[in-house]
């Protein structure tokens, strides 16, 4: 019998199937062929046209890519100064600037912990920080979801080198951390925390400066954040920010930083572009928490089961992963894209529904939204809500 390496994907391939947990690429058109709640783009920038503009225009100055690693000849005056505004922006001394979140998750996690160190890493925390984890050669202690005195617990008994890691809003169910608790007991422990502001960034403090700064504790000695350039800010790419001598310490040791090609520049110009834009219109970041909240108490008086947002994530139980497949399905028919959230996507295993808020919604989208997600519930023939 002739050797057939890879037959065992067609059992996997199997299995999945039966589990109700296939996932398929579905390429979209250029046009809005759905109303979208399914996307990152929480203040309706990424088709923006200054925001386009800028990344054009940084096209047509820089070239089409970075042309190599930032160390060699991918660093640009533009990602230079987009930096600068990221840092200054957010409240930290110095920001870093890689080709996506998840590179800027791999890179603070195995450049800021070593073989002996501690990572203690909430339930709840996005795959990127978990494959950081897992990377980084450390410790690593999950502890349950947003137990601060779980954290501590943790630290104490390990005494020696430590960090703590978090998001900041929780992508699954938008539930926000505890982070002035979690910053308390790192404090008190000799710890570093480290926070991942993919989900707070241009929703949460004032003018969108992200969950640290409506915490207060955006340039702490002892705090680093890393963030993504692809939701709030419409774009593609992540970062890192935090202490001068922290940032130096990844361009000298973070290995997704120093042997990656540096973001290409369009991508560079969009995000800043759309960074000026919300210095100018802050306005957006209460917007986006607005129309969250409207969804939420209009889904939940409809009978429907929600978690009540911190931010721009609306999550919203379904009865099974085959159940939310079909109700997603059923949504994109109405004309509404969602989110379908499933294992092993989700760590508790119950999957959902997750619906982005946009601050670019008018009240008729949102009440169209809420009466085609309720209209489409599994096993529900619910009247049409407005």
């Given amino acids: 019998m002739p050797f057939a390496p890879f037959d065992w994907i067609n059992d996997e391939a199997r299995r999945r199937a039966a589990a109700g947990l296939v996932r398929t690429l579905r390429p979209r058109p250029a046009g809005p062929e759905l ?105 690593t202690a999950v502890v349950p979801h947003a137990d601060p005195e779980a954290v501590g617990k943790v630290l104490r008994a390990h005494g020696g080198r430590a960090l703590a890691v978090t998001d900041s809003v929780f992508s699954v169910d938008g539930d926000a951390a505890p982070l002035p608790a979690l910053a308390e007991m790192c404090r008190a422990e000799g710890a570093a925390l480290l926070v991942d502001d993919a989900h707070g960034l241009g929703v949460l403090g004032e003018g969108g400066r992200g969950a640290l700064a409506a915490a207060g504790l955006a340039g702490g000695e002892g705090i680093v954040a890393t963030l993504t350039l692809s939701k709030s800010l419409g774009s593609q790419g992540g970062a890192v920010l935090g202490p001068a001598r922290v940032i130096d310490h990844l361009v000298n040791t973070a290995r997704t930083f120093i042997f990656d090609t540096g973001l290409a520049p369009a991508a560079a110009g969009g995000a800043l572009g759309a960074l000026r834009l919300l210095r100018r219109e802050p306005q957006r970041a209460d917007r986006a928490r607005e129309v969250a909240l409207t969804l939420y108490e209009r889904l939940t008086s409809a009978g429907l089961t929600a978690v009540r947002p911190d ?26 894209a969602v989110g379908c959230f499933r294992p092993p996507s989700v760590p508790d295993g119950i999957s959902r529904l997750r619906l982005t808020a946009r601050a670019d919604l008018t009240r008729e989208q949102v009440a169209a939204a809420v009466d085609a997600v309720v209209r489409t519930a599994p096993g529900t023939k619910t009247a049409p809500v407005s």
């Fill in 311 to 336: 931010a721009a994530v609306v999550s919203v139980r379904a009865p099974s992963a085959e159940a939310a497949v079909r109700w997603a399905a059923d949504c994109r028919a109405a004309g509404i």
């Fill in 35 to 139: 109303l979208d709640l399914a996307s990152n783009d929480y203040l309706g920038l990424t088709r923006h046209p200054e925001v386009t503009g800028s990344a054009a225009a940084a096209a047509h100055s820089w070239g089409a890519g970075a042309t190599g690693s930032r160390l060699v000849t991918g660093s640009t005056e533009l990602h230079a100064e987009l930096e600068h505004e990221l840092a200054r922006f957010c409240g930290f001394e110095a920001a870093l600037v890689l080709s996506s979140g998840y590179a800027a998750n791999l890179a603070a996690l195995t450049a800021l912990s070593a073989q002996g160190s501690l990572i203690v890493s909430d339930a709840g925390n996005h795959a990127s920080i978990v494959d950081g984890c897992r990377l980084s050669r450390a410790e």
